[in-house]
Structure formats: C-alpha cells, structure tokens
C-alpha cells in the first residue's frame, strides 16, 4: 500500500516540498520496483504528483515492458562498489532517468534527488552519477520539554512556537504533522531525530522507561521516512527511575539496570538509534559523582546498546559554569579539551563523543574546537546550532551556511577537514516547532534545510545548496533576490553584534539583544575583559590561558600572536588595546565601529530588497518576514547604538567619521 | 467575651509579642473598663497575660473598689483636649498605673505601650502623658498575588515565603495566623492593611466584586486589633469586571458603576479602609488611555467611596517605563513632580495622592521627592518599602530606620517636615509573609516594627525605637549587640553597594547582586552614564535635566552646584569625574574604592558581633541568621568587587593604598 503524503494543518507553510517541487515528477510516467515500507513511501510521493500533475505511476512491471521517463529501481544496482543502505545511483539514457538504490532509504533519497533537478532530471542523455552521504548520521537534537519548564518554556531555547512532538504534557495524539516533519527531513537528507531535551528533567526522564510507548509512536511515523529516533536520558536514570542508590557505572546493578531498560526500548521501537547524554554539565547528573570518568560513563550506556546496534551521543560540553570571574587562570573555552583529551581511545565502538564546533557555546563566531582535531582514537560528533540561540533567535534573518561550511572544511591538520573528522555524524539543535512557518521566521527553514544538506556531504558549495533551498521552496521567481538577502546575513549579524570574536555581549537568560557586560561578571566563564584601554581575552600560550596551544600546528602558531592571528578571531585568542592595527588597516576600536554602522546598513539594505519581493511570494509569508525585518533593524541599531556608545564611553577614541554615537 | 490571643502555629516565631514581653502586666492586678470588641481584645491580652504569670484581670469594677496595678480605662478620659479614637493618656499615682481612652484604639494602644515599658510602667509616680499618632493613616501594602505569577511569584518583591492572606488561589481557609498578624501590627501602631498587589491582575481584579466574601474574611480578622481593610483595584475593572465599552472617568456609566460596585463592598466590609490605585504606570491601565487628567481617575473612586467614608490612595509612581536610553532629555526622576504639581488642588477630599519617598524607586539612597513638598492643596501619603527589594532582599541586615527617619525629618521648607506634610498617611510595602519569622531574615522584623512607629509619631528618634524593639523581642541580654549589627546596617549596606547616591546597579529582573551596567541601556530611565572620565547623572537646572529646581530654596540652590550637593548625593545631582573632590577630601575613585572595602569589613565585624550572641538568642533564629550572614559576606564580596573592578577598568585609576582589585 503506498504510504500517503502528509496531509498539513489548515495554514501550514509546505516550506521546502510544495506541490509544485512535484511538477516534473508528476506530470510524467514513472515505475517503481522493489517492496519494502520504504517503496510504499517513494510509491505514494509519485502518487500524489502524478494526481496533481496528470502523470501515471506503475509498480514492479520490467523496464522494458513499456516506456517510462522514470524508473525507480530498489536492487537494480548494480554497481561494483556497494552503494550502501543510503546510496543511489541516477543516469538519464534512452529517455529515460533510472534511480537505482539497494537500500529504501536510497530510494527516497533518491526520488528527492530527481524533485531537487526538477525538469533538468528529464532533460539529455546523462551519465550514472553516483551518490551517498559522507556521514552516515545526519541528526537533529530537539531540545523538548515534555512538561512546559517554567523558566526555559517547552522548547529550550526554541523560537518556533511549542514542539512539534509533545503537547499538553505527553506526546500529541495526532501525529500527521510529525510525519510531515519527517518528510521535509528525509528530503534534505536527514535521517535521526532525538525527541526530547539534552536537559532530561523529572518527567521527561521517564520516557525512557514507562512512557516509551509516547517515543515508540513518534518513532512509528518517522520511520517511513528513513528516520531512527533517539532518547536524550539522565545519567541518574537508575537512581530516578529505579530506585538503586547509585547511578556509578561500573556497579553491576546499575549495569543491569541499564541492560534492562534499554531491552525494553528495543522491543518497543526495533530500530532506536540511541541515547544522548548531556552528563556532569550546567548541573545535570553524571559520572564525576562516582569518581568515574566520562569513557566510563559514556560505555556503560554503549554496552547497554550493544546488542541491539545502538549509539550513546556523550556530550563534550564539560566546564565549570561555577566560575568565579576574579578567577583569569580558568578558561572555559580549554574545558573540553582538557577534560577529554587524557580519555582518547577509552571510549567503546558504540560510544560516540558529540562536540560543539566550537570551545565556548554557539557564538556567531568562534575558533573551530580544537577537541575535534585531537582525538584520533574516538568517533566523534559535531554539535552545531540550527536554533539562533546567540544568532538572533528567527527574528533576524541569519542564514548559517557559511558559518557552517567554514566549520566543516576546516582542517585541523593539513588531511583531514571537520567534516571528515565527524566519523560519528554531524548534528544539529532543531530549530523547527508547531509554528506555521516551523521556523518561527520562514526564512530560518533554509538553516534547517541547509544543515541537512551539508550533513549529507559536508564539502559541499553552501550558496549552491541556498539556491537549491530557494528554487524548491519558492520556484525561480524571487531568486536573485532571496539569495541576497540571505546570502551576507550571518555577516551582517557579526557585524552589528559582536566584532572580531569576542562572544556574550548578550542579555542574560534569554540572550536576546546586547548587553555588553551581561556576563562579564557572571560565573559562566564568558568574558571579554574590557577596560579603558582594551579588550580581548588573552589565550596565547606565552602570556595567556594556553588555549591556543591546543591546537596543532600551523593553528597553534598562527593563533598564538596578534600579528599572524585572524582578525575575525583577534579578540578572542588576544587582549589587544584599541588603538591595534588589524590586517584590514583599521584600528580595533575603528573597526567595532564601522562594522556596527554598516550592519545595520546591510540590514536597511536587506529589507528594502525584501519589500521588493512583494507579489513574488506568497502574501502571508511576506508579511510575516515584513514584520520580522521591522524588529531585526530595531535590534540592529538598539546593537549599534549600545556597543557603539559603550565602547566610545570606555576608550574615549571618537569615531574617524564623527557619527553618531550616543 | 474576651478575644482569645492567636494561637501561632508550630515553629513560627513570635516576633516582638514573646510572651515574656507581658510578664509585667502579667503578674499585676488589672482592671479593665468600658465595652465594645476591642475591649474584649484588650481583655484577651490581659488574660492571656495573667494566666501565665498568675495576675489576676476584673471588669467594669469602680477603680475604688480594689487594690489595682493597672486600670485600663474606656471611657475614662476626661482630658479637656480630645485624645481621638486612637489616643491614650498614661499616668501612675498611688502604686496604679491607670490608662484612659476614649476610643477602643486607643486603649489597645494603650496596653502595648503598657507592655513595652515593663516594669517601668509600673515604678514609682508618673505624671499625666498624652499619647496619640500624628498620622491618622499608618498603612502596609502588601503585593501579594492570589494567582502566583508566572515571573514574580505569589509576592512581588517579596522574600519572606508566600502570601499571609492567599493559598492555593484564594483567601486561607485558616487566618488564625492573619489574626496574629493583625495583633503585632497593632502592638507597633499600624491601622491599615491593603491585601493585595498594586499590580492587579485578572484573579486579583475579581476580589473586588464576586471574591469580595475572601475580603470580608481577612478584614473580619483584622477588625478587632484596629485594622482596616483596603484593596487594590484595576481602573479597568468596569471594562474587565463590569463589561462596559470603557472606563472613562468622566462617563456617567462608569461612575455608577463604581458607586454600585462600592456600595458592595460596604455592605460586606462596613468598616472598609478604601482602594489603592495603579494607574498608567508600567502598563496599568489608567486615565490617560481616555484623555482624561489623573484628578480625574483618583476623583471617581474618590466619588465612589465618599458616601461611606473611605479613601482612594492613588500612587504618584507614574513615569515612561518605555524610554529611550539615548534620549538624554527626559529624566525619570522628574516625572512625579512634572505629571502631578499642575494637579495641585484638583484632587477631592477623599482622594489621597501617594507618593514614594524618592523620585527614582525605593533605591538605597535617593533625595526626597520634590513633590511632597509641591501639593500644598492635596492630601499627600509618603511610601516608604519595608520590603528590602533594593537594600538585600532579606538576606542582607539593613535595618531602614535611619534612612525613614531621614526622609520623615527632611523639611522641604522650614516649616514643614515631610512627616507633617504625609497628612494623608504614611505608608509601607511590607516585607511580611507566611515564613516562620515573618521577613525571612529574622532581623528584618526590625523594619516592619519600625515602620510602625515611625508612623505613629514621624519625628521619633529611630535608634529608641531599635532599643525597644530589640527589648520587646529578645529581652535585654543581647542588647548591645543587636544593637550594634542593626544600628549601622543601612550605611554598611549603602558602603558595599550604591556610591553617592548613584542607583539601580542591580541586577536587572530580580534586583539581587550587583551589575553595574545592568540597567545603563535599559527602557526604564536608570542611567548612571559611567565613562571612562567620571560618573553621574547631571540633573541641574543649568546644565542637566532641571530636577534640582523642582526643590524650594534653599535645596534647589544646594543641590544644583557640586560644590554644595552633599556627598552621599552628589552622583545623583551631578556627573563628574572620578578626580572630583569630595567634601569628605576623597576624590570620587577613591571614595568608591574605600566604601566598598569598609563595607565588606563591616559586615565582618558584624557577623563576629552575631556569633557572640549565641546562647543569648533562640538557637534556631540564631541559625538563620548565621546562614544568612554568610551569604550577606558573600554577596557584599561580590558587591565590593564588582564595583572596584568596573571602576577601576573604566578609570584607569589605582587604589591609593594598593588593595585587590580584579
């Protein structure tokens, strides 16, 4: 039976599957082989469109039995190299496109594909291409409270309206749009979820256990889309939920306990992919209690995981966040190295260590973490950040592709990028809920959309996947526009925020708007230092915290001083006097300024390019992005304008061009 | 029928009514005249008294007809001047210490003075005293929420634990402890009581009209220690309550509406105190919503409440709570005097105008309000807070009688202090709640006493009433010490925190601990304007905002010109740099940097003061109170180095004496 495509609430945005992505598909004639519930879920895309579009679609005859424009093979390849589960192969000959896959999730990956070329998939003789994901885990981490938290809401830190999974305390009887949440995934290629916050309170702890039955649900609707769900659990599960009186992982209770539970798991949902863990950080639960380390914690959960292929996700985001701020000898940004460095090679096969791309937390802007280069003896996972916590929280547009891609082709030594040093998945905090945008601002799908794409292949041209994101989600119409105004805005961002790496110039709590000194003496560990004469944070290993040291060379030397040291990232590796000369020739002081005035300019720019595009866009959308760019030039200049006259205030340096600055 | 005394709950301390406080009276022989409740209370007291300390109490006896210690005597005066309902006369002859009122007030008033002087009530002869309150109104308001808020609790800005009056969403079934409130209230000389927050949400609107029963219940409770009851109300009610298209003051729909709703209230409450207004302030609703003047809004309720003899109390805390940080023009702390002076006169009889004893908002040091001593035609209230929102939220002492005493003594002009001008009451937000010593940190007790008789009689010597306090509460061992901790609280508190009268370097929200700049770039008018070059806000008439020439000579005059602002307010006046010479001799870094040190010194020596008082104290208050010392010495560390490191990063300028500073 092919599976039906989701049917959207009234006012729900298609985002980047409308009918009309299904156009080329639809109007022609198409046979599918092969069975299996994947097949019925390609069968029922090709369905729908052909319905909509006047196409016909035909199961299991043989290809020559008649003429097809598309024939979508499962165990038709056969190529000599292994595809793979995920894999395809697509070729155009004799008028006809063949996708062939030996996988159903190379299947739809690949139906998707042929959606993405549109008419140019049935145009010409083209050769076999071949094509499967670099990393075989493309996650999204959705921060989900079951019950509503009363500081930090039901999404932490989400910005898209309540979740997606979860409402009125347990998961949403209706999971149609679950399942189309699932779709819009599997089309840019990601293939794990975890349903619930990293930060596992009191109720949330139980899903693991009697309210599994609300995860294997979830799960039930997202498998048909290539999708394993994964668990975030509390280290202290056994004592929670068990009742044992330690959670220490090498108690054979606890072992058994953990054994047990996760037995259980597997026989509600056969496919689950794992656990993620959050331990021994900003206050949850963890190893350290037992005076065991985290490979020690993080392989109790593998082995419980073992016999059933499962992955623990084991967060590196270790630190102090009981810093004293009098205290300049402790550096937040050396935790994760220094705490998981001594324990490469300790950690078991199914023990997978998720690290944030950078040391501090999702800033605009930070170095590369240097963990992920220094543990060759480990699988590792790369956190990155799809909701704008620190980016303007999808009220400022903040495309992140660049960001991203910097991120991912970053090579800590001379063979080995980011990307191919991410041997345990690339990962994403999901920055989608029951909004009818999903995103909160619309055009804050492209970071969900892009994320799924560079997971898939890393290396990829960003601004080619932005117009991939464009062309699918609005037609060619409004192209050249959407593309500049996403394009520059994660510079834009930077530059009206926070210049030349230095981070937290943000409101405490909600980090939402500038607040220079917010957490300047705070115990979180995030400072910049400023007085009358400088800023920065001095991380060189001659005179600073030692930081740069651990990188590897040419990083190591490059960051190490002032002079060869980018200027992007000056101020977070250097405290530097104002009057500093930057590699663009300006002094830093010239520099906070100018960047915040032409931020701002950008955003001017950006939105009259926006207005633009009235009638090129659907009218709803429109408006709601209008009113967004109201509020983000609003903040913008509310950025300008505090770090502007706060630095004014504490140098005295007026500016060159004698602005305005308050 | 005599009024038992409350019975108080298990654990919850007695505050200044311990029983031993009545074991001169206890153990005498007294006799009591006259009839009517508070008689009866008056007879419970005594009872109470003489059963545990084996006196002996008669009723209605001719005074001739036995050998008395204390007649205590309604009815009874016969002294040409009136006493008033609340007065009492107080005279000792031939070894009987005799009381007479005319009013039951009066005589409860009578025994509590009875019972502060001990055993000095009952030495020796004494002549004829004529007691009675210089203030007809001696108010608390609580801000207590029946509906807990989300963000700021059951009480806002309270830190004594929950509401006294409201539990679970409505009036406690039990108010025996409400009736032990009511009883220490009346032994410091407080009459009234309004029984929720100014802020009055959808719940709390109701108790205005179907919820007026719960009203009725407390006030029942209050009534017989000479308590009358008052409420808040929204100025919206007509719209929320009543249904009407508006709430225009001058609509004759919307008077009746009143009038009826009023009328209600007096037939539940007969005695019933009045309301307590809100309006057009940080998002109340008010007047200004329909054109109209705030003599308008306070004359309505006025009109509403006049047939029954109650009073509208309508806060002058009316500002733009939505200001730009930039816009240097518009000044806060002049927007009292600028929105009601030209209403001078305006206002009906029972309409009183209520106005905080500062400009800015209960900070640890501000000048008096320049408005109290502009309304010569209007009847004025004074409102202090006895809650510690901006003096250590109840973990820090700060005992607030100097600082009271200060404003109350401070003479606008030569002829009237501002505790002659408060002709409308004296008022404060209680720092009270249902934690087992009342105000959190047991010497807090202190303020609310404090405040009591402070509004009895303005121009009392504040440290005499510390002394009684500290007699009343904990007998006369640890005396000394007490009062020595207390005595010097608010100027310690003042050292480690607030300079020169500079305010609002809190952190933002919650108020607690320091953040220098944490509302320098805010939407609520509290700017210090520290640059690297000096500090301070320049309110002068010829330079800055002109608040200095809202004062009558000579303090215009005095505060206008840095050479003769008195230093504690000299940032609040002026802006100068760190260099400026002080009357003090200090430059203005240096006195920051000293005060701060002294501060945190003193809070040392303070606490060693404490720790000397075990075994002299209650061994559980005693914890408390250590456990909160320590967290005063952290914080007032924290205060302290935070402050000097800010101002030593922004002017460059070392210690004199070379001491750490981060």
């Not at 490469?344 to 170095?367: C, I, N, S, T, Y």
Request: a negative charge; proline letters at 7%.
């Amino acid at each position: 039976m092919p599976l039906p495509v989701p049917v959207l609430p009234e006012g729900v945005d298609p985002a980047w599957l409308p009918p009309a992505a299904f156009r080329a598909v639809g109007g022609r004639r198409t046979l599918i082989r092969g069975s299996g519930p994947l097949v019925e879920t390609v069968h029922g895309e090709v369905a729908e469109a052909c319905l909509r579009f006047g196409g016909r679609v035909v199961r299991d005859a043989e290809p020559g039995d008649g003429a097809y424009d598309l024939v979508l093979d499962l165990g038709g390849a056969d190529d000599p190299e292994p595809l793979g589960e995920e894999g395809f192969t697509c070729a155009r000959e004799g008028g006809t496109t063949t996708v062939t896959a030996v996988g159903g999730r190379g299947l739809l990956y690949g139906l998707f594909h042929v959606v993405r070329l549109g008419e140019a998939a049935f145009t010409g003789e083209q050769a076999r291409e071949r094509h499967h994901p670099a990393l075989a885990l493309r996650m999204l981490d959705h921060w989900d409270n079951v019950a509503v938290h009363p500081v930090m809401g039901q999404v932490e830190r989400g910005y898209a309206g309540g979740s997606l999974f979860w409402e009125d305390g347990r998961a949403r009887e209706d999971l149609e749009r679950v399942r189309a949440y699932g779709r819009l995934l599997a089309a840019c290629g990601i293939n794990a979820v975890a349903v619930n916050n990293v930060n596992v309170h009191e109720t949330e702890a139980r899903l693991l256990t009697d309210r599994i039955g609300e995860v294997a649900a979830i799960a039930d609707v997202l498998r048909p889309y290539g999708i394993r769900t994964h668990l975030s659990v509390s280290f202290a599960a056994p004592v929670v939920l068990g009742g044992l009186p330690t959670a220490d992982p090498l108690e054979e209770t606890v072992r058994d306990w953990w054994a047990t539970a996760t037995g259980a798991v597997y026989e509600a949902i056969p496919d689950f992919g794992g656990y993620v863990v959050k331990a021994d950080s900003e206050g949850r639960p963890g190893p350290f209690a037992y005076g065991r380390s985290h490979a020690d914690g993080a392989n109790l959960l593998a082995a419980a995981l073992e016999p059933y292929g499962g992955t623990v996700h084991w967060r590196a985001f270790v630190y102090d966040h009981c810093q004293d701020w009098r205290d300049r000898g402790t550096d937040r940004a050396r935790a994760a190295y220094d705490h998981f460095v001594p324990l490469d090679g300790a950690f078991a096969a199914g023990a997978v260590l998720q690290v944030k791309h950078g040391p501090m937390d999702f800033q605009v802007r930070e170095p590369v973490s240097p963990l992920i280069g220094a543990m060759p003896g480990t699988r590792l996972a790369v956190e990155l950040q799809a909701t704008q916590e620190y980016t303007g929280q999808q009220w400022h547009v903040c495309w992140l592709g660049p960001m991203w891609s910097e991120v991912l082709r970053f090579r800590h030594r001379p063979e080995s990028s980011v990307g191919e040093l991410a041997r345990g998945g690339l990962i994403a905090v999901s920055n989608a809920g029951d909004d009818p945008f999903w995103t909160g601002h619309p055009l804050a799908q492209a970071n969900l959309y892009t994320f799924g794409r560079l997971a898939w292949r890393p290396d990829a041209d960003p601004d080619g996947i932005l117009d991939e994101w464009i062309r699918l989600t609005f037609g060619p119409g409004p192209e050249p526009g959407l593309h500049a105004v996403l394009d520059g805005s994660w510079r834009t961002y930077e530059k009206y925020t926070a210049p030349l790496g230095v981070g937290f110039m943000v409101q405490p709590g909600h980090h939402y708007g500038p607040s220079v000194d917010g957490y300047e003496y705070s115990p979180w560990g995030t400072y910049h230092f400023a007085d009358r004469d400088g800023i920065g944070v001095d991380r060189s290993v001659a005179t600073g915290t030692g930081y740069a040291g651990q990188y590897a060379k040419p990083w190591a030397e490059l960051y190490e001083s002032p002079d060869t040291c980018p200027d992007e990232l000056l101020l977070f590796f250097h405290h530097v006097s104002y009057g500093h000369t930057l590699h663009s020739g300006k002094t830093v002081i010239q520099h906070i300024y100018d960047t915040h005035f032409e931020g701002v300019e950008e955003v001017e720019e950006a939105r009259e390019v926006w207005d633009s595009l009235a009638g090129l866009v659907d009218p709803v959308l429109h408006a709601r992005v209008a009113e967004r760019y109201e509020e983000q030039l609003r903040g913008a200049r509310e950025w300008r304008d505090q770090i502007n006259s706060y630095f004014l205030r504490k140098s005295g340096v007026p500016d060159e061009r004698g602005r305005r600055i308050y």
